[in-house]
């Protein structure tokens, strides 16, 4: 959740880890900081802030930051508050010591109180500082270096980490190491520099040459050395490097003032990206080289468990739907925070989807990993290239929409959607559930997607407006029905995450059973409104509401003169086929929430209390 940069090499560093941590911030943005070795002096320079990165900014500007080597983060807190004593980087006892960590030491306060007995004392709340004091502790008392302490340390720890450690005495080396949580390590040239991060993006315009550490590795990047790479095990390993492709553009707003709504108006684009060799409209097919090479365990598969997080888990909702409805497979969908602790009955025979626009969500990868155990495939819909669960996954499909910054999801939820559709249509008609005619007529309309969104997107302005008029309202909710249910869920969760408007989502028949009594003139009522097979009965339910007083905005299909005539405010969608309705209907409510959230004031790429990959529990 939180962003770490590393450099060690023969540029200043200063600059390049405040770069990395710009391009992290989405990450965590409680506090930031950054350690330097002084090249004037030798000593450890720390500097803190709480808030954003232009507060740690604000806070060296004319102190000594000279050095070629150094580390950096930005923090969402977990242990402690955030301010200037629980930021990132902690120093050991001696000052001579500092690390940068994501992820959470479980059993630190055991370890605080053996450290505490050597003598020991602390100035944070954190579990990290606790980590540096070990590493520090078994350097001392078992005289080894930075590379062997850190190693013997976390054998020590319980928990999920990604570090990087540094020490004066050591003015060439940084030490990383991960367990469940990601770390990359950029190669400069003839092994003259090494660059560290969290994710590719703050890096790669330094070098494409990649190392992604698997769980329980260890690196040691010393300047002017190969990179060494060990296992848990203290053995060797051979590091794989990959050259990532990185579109830098997609790094900043290109003239949108926040990244979310850059997103929100990349997402015509980011879906043919997402569908292009995949769908090939002029043969009539769709080709997913998952499913080819797959096909006996896909096809054969006595039910499929799509586990996931947030909305993630609303595209999930989506994708159950169309891969029963197309491939007549059962499907379950479950909170993958839930899923390992219920005890799941899964083994053989059942594949498991699992659904992570970061592909490093903590929850995900340890229900992945309970369900692998026991014998299931997984097949994981990821983002991010090279994630970990694209690397444990046993086949699966990246969804291809570029970096995601802003905190709330839009690009990606519509790009898990085009794929589970995609996955949807490619096993129905491997397994002949799907008629010939209905394969191509959604063929041929998922292709024209990406245009009919560019409509929607023509109605910004017009919604702004509309939104302004809701900025002081408590409460909301969102209707739907069918395909629609979730895409309620997520629109909700959209004004949840970025005006800090309560808001709740609900599949509209089940108003009536107890949400109903909500309803008033002070209460906005979302409904969904599309024309599909249960138009009619949702209409019936627009109309309870308008007996009682509420508010509706109707998301409706274009040239609805009956609803627009009922309610306060409607806004239209292209007419489109059912099964594709929810990547037409979820923008206007990526929308509304953004207009909201900026007509109040608020920093709608890094909302409070939350950050972009949730690699903890």
Known sequence: MCGIVGYTGCRDAFPILMKGLHRLEYRGYDSAGTALISAQTGSMNVFKARGKVADLEAVASGKDVSGQIGIAHTRWATHGAPNVANAHPHLSQSGKISIVHNGIIENYAVLREQLKSKGFTFK????????VQLIEYTRQSLGTDLADAVHIALTKAIGAYAIVVMDSDDPDTLVAARCSSPMVIGLGENDSEYFIASDASPIVEYTRRMVYLNDGE????????????????????????????????????GGFPHFMLKEIFDQPQCLRDCMRGRLLPDHKRIVLSAVTEHSAELLSAKRFIIVSCGTSWHAGLIGK????????????VAYASEFRYSDPVVGPGDVVIAISQSGETADTLAAIS???????????????????IARMADTGTYIHVGPEIGVASTKAFTGQVTVLTMLALA?????????????????????????????????????????????????????????????????A???????????????????????????????????????????????????????RKGRIIAVVTEGDEHVKNMVYHTIEVPQTLNCLVPLLSVIPLQLLAYHVAVAKGLDVDMPRNLAKSVTVE
Not at 323 to 331: D, G, K, L, N, T
Not at 370 to 388: E, P, T
Not at 517 to 530: G, R
Request: proline share 4%; with cysteine.
């Open 370 to 388: 309970l369900a692998k155990q026991k014998g299931a495939m997984i097949f994981g819909i990821v983002n991010v290239i090279g994630s970990s």
């Open 218 to 253: 260890m690196a040691v990047c010393k300047r002017g050395e190969p990179l060494k790479v060990i296992n848990r095990d203290n053995d060797s390993v051979s590091p794989k490097v990959k050259n990532v492709t990185l579109d830098l553009n997609m790094l900043d707003k």
């Open 321 to 332: 739907q169309l891969i029963e409805q197309f491939c007549r497979i059962p499907v379950e």
């Open 124 to 131: 944070s709340e954190t579990d990290t500082e606790v980590l």
């Open 493 to 547: 969760l959209k004004l949840k995450e970025i005006s800090y408007i309560h808001a709740e989502g609900y599949p509209a028949a089940e108003m009536k059973h107890g949400p109903i009594a909500l309803i008033d003139e002070q209460m906005p009522v979302v409904f969904l409104a599309t024309h599909h097979q249960l138009y009619e009965k949702i209409v019936s339910n627009m109309q309870e509401v308008i007996a």
């Open 427 to 491: 096993l129905a008609k491997e397994k002949g559930t799907i008629a010939e005619a209905q394969y191509e007529e959604i063929i041929a309309e998922l292709q024209s997607i990406p245009d009919k969104i560019e409509k929607v997107l023509e109605q910004s302005d017009s919604i702004k407006a509309l939104a302004e008029g809701y900025v002081f309202c408590h409460n909301f909710l969102y209707l739907g029905r069918g395909v629609n249910y979730p895409v309620a869920l997520e629109g």
